[in-house]
């Protein structure tokens, strides 16, 4: 069978770094390939080339056996190269239909779009109202339309970039019978992910990079997730492996949080309780969306919470400032690493100062110690493998990988009471994951009470004591986490908060 994309020799060098080194590979028609790498590995510059976002310098690739060389993503979408974002590019304020609309190059008239949209929605089991505002749309919804607006061009080959990652488990189900179908038909798929028991469960074919170069490829069903891991590490991984202890005082205290939504399309925190103890990791899983943003807004202050609604060692924090909390010991770390968790453009030696400067004495008699403050950056950067050229590097150079290990280094160094985190491994690699991931175990170990958000299940699964979940801004009760089933956890985060519920849907879809 004729290859329906073939990348042969394909080089793309930066300064002081070659992206990849004369990669090679081919996918066939109607063929899931997985694009496998450490951050940093090249699959972003590879997708780039392919989609005509970036030039390669050599090699060449070839489509449907004439050469390929797209000078812009319209040239590749004429070709029949569609790639659906890690990251929606949608406006909220849009209807579906008009947000399509945005992404075609010659639009038909509303109705007749419109009437497209149901039609192709509803054949691959993604239903959606042409008519709903964007805002109004839950992630995997919006997620739908990233895809359709894909579909409606025909794509011969499409991209999808860590596509699970904003998806319960029930959504992933369908968005993988709607990726079968669309192989059924010919349709190629480019899939990128770091998580292997997907590639494993989903793709036909896998080739991995590291540092740029292809290291090797295999059949995902063929060989283990850690097999595979192995292969894009070069090493061998060891499993986050955490003590048994009995969780020590209550730390933090959250009741009754209420507070309305920050933004015409925000989330509002709804009557919002739990506790987290010393020693204890608490695992707070959710669809993006639901409230996640809002609820670590209100424990590191920077929105005010109603007074009794936190309290931290038995203090009531509302309203104390962030700066205040940190002394206090309560650190957070937000999902969006660039422009909230480090300023883009200031060195990592300045966005170590930022965060750090009270609990490390970063600063004697109003005067910051640069020395100091740069030998913590390198303290971090060194107990971290955050691949940088150095200390003064600005934020925005490091890959995003990178830089989220740099800030979950910074603020997990500073020996928190209690750390919040949001996405603590949002596209970091299988190493970097399980690095942060023991990090956070240690930390719990020695005393400290850890609140971590994140839609990756299986991470919180293997980190959390106990598992609550975020829907439409209310979190259900905590559970002990051993033993919850991925049919349980699906069901609370759609919403199913009562227990009878959960235990009676997971044995329906039993």
Known sequence: MTALLEIDGLTKAYPGVVANDTVSFAIQPGEVHALLGENGAGKSTLVKMIYGLVRPDSGRMGLNGADFTPENP????????????????????????EN????????????????????????????????????????????????????????????????TSVLTPQEVEILFHTLRKLSAEGTAILYISHKLEEIRTLCDEATILRLGKVVGTCTPREVSAAEMAEMMVGRALTPPSRASAEPGP??????????????????????????????????IGGVAGNGQDELLAALSGEVPAPKGAIAFDGTDIGTVAPDARRAMGLLTAPEERLGHAAAPDMSLVENALLTARRRKTLDRKGFIDWGATRGYAEQVIAAFDVRTPGPEAPARALSGGNLQKFVMGREIDQGPRV???????????AA???????????????????????????????????????????????????????????????????????????????
């Open 250 to 283: 209550a730390l933090l205290e959250v009741r009754n949080l209420s507070l309305p939504p920050r933004s015409a399309f925000g989330t509002p925190l709804r009557d919002i309780g739990f506790t987290v103890h010393a020693g204890e990791v608490l695992g």
């Open 419 to 429: 750390l919040a985190v949001n996405q603590p491994t949002w596209g970091v690699d």
């Open 74 to 97: 319209s040239a590749a979408r004429r070709a029949g190269v569609a790639m659906v974002f890690q990251h929606f590019s949608l406006f909220e304020a849009l209807t579906v239909a």
């Open 432 to 510: 970097a994951a399980a690095a942060i991931r023991q990090a956070v175990l240690d930390l719990a170990a020695g005393g400290s009470a850890v609140i971590v958000i994140s839609q990756d299940l299986e991470e919180l699964l293997e980190i959390s004591d106990r598992f609550a979940a975020l829907n439409e801004g209310r979190l259900s009760p905590p559970r002990k986490a051993q033993g919850l089933t991925m049919q349980e956890i699906g069901l609370m985060l759609g919403g199913a908060h009562d227990m009878h519920d959960v235990e009676e849907g997971a044995h329906a879809e039993a």
């Open 100 to 163: 399509v609309a945005l992404g075609m190059e010659d639009p038909p008239r509303m109705r007749d779009l419109a009437a497209r949209i149901r039609e192709v929605s509803e054949t691959y089991g993604l239903p959606l109202d042409p008519a709903r505002l964007v805002g109004d749309l839950s992630a995997g919804e919006r997620q739908r339309v990233e895809i359709i607006r894909c579909l409606l061009q025909d794509p011969k080959l499409l991209i999808m970039d860590e596509p």
